[in-house]
């Protein structure tokens, strides 16, 4: 049986200002490329990231110069993961207005969760509401469905 190669990782604790979001997307995309994922995961990818980089930088820590945002990445042959951790107290994601019903269209919360959720295959926040865990399987390759045992 072959080894599965070692995972690209990223796991860096940036300040909570949005110009470090734009820095680590960068990387991410730049490693997306090298490893030849497709257009469409990678464009996935990036609008989940910037989304849940940026929330944890706004809403979580409410760009705070004493905090900052723990970022873990691990992209791996056949999937991409994320863990994203802010220094917030946290929110409860089932409680958030549907941005989608008509009166919430011109409103601006709940927006970002909904396009991660959409653009990625599995979502898991912590109980505190403060850590978000985002797994994007890659598209051309067969699931094993063994994404949550190899975490």
């Not at 978000?132 to 598209?139: C, H, L, P, V």
Request: aromatic share 8%.
């Amino acid at each position: 049986m072959e080894k599965a190669a070692k995972p690209w990782r990223y796991d860096n604790r940036i300040p909570s200002q949005p110009d470090y979001c734009a820095n680590v997307i960068s990387l991410i995309l730049e490693q997306l490329e090298k490893s030849s994922w497709s257009n469409k995961d990678t464009f996935g990818i990036h609008m989940a990231m910037e989304e849940a980089i940026m929330n944890a930088i706004h809403h979580g820590n409410h760009c705070a110069p004493d905090k900052d945002v723990h970022v873990l990445v691990e992209l791996f042959d056949d999937r991409f993961y994320s863990k994203i951790t802010d220094q917030g107290c946290g929110f409860d994601p089932d409680a958030l207005p549907d941005p989608t019903a008509e009166e919430n269209l011109e409103k601006d919360c709940g927006r970002g969760v909904m396009l991660i959720m959409n653009f990625v295959d599995v979502v898991v926040y912590n109980a505190k509401g403060n850590s978000i865990e985002i797994t994007k399987r890659r598209s051309d390759v067969p699931s094993n469905n063994h994404v949550e045992a190899d975490r």
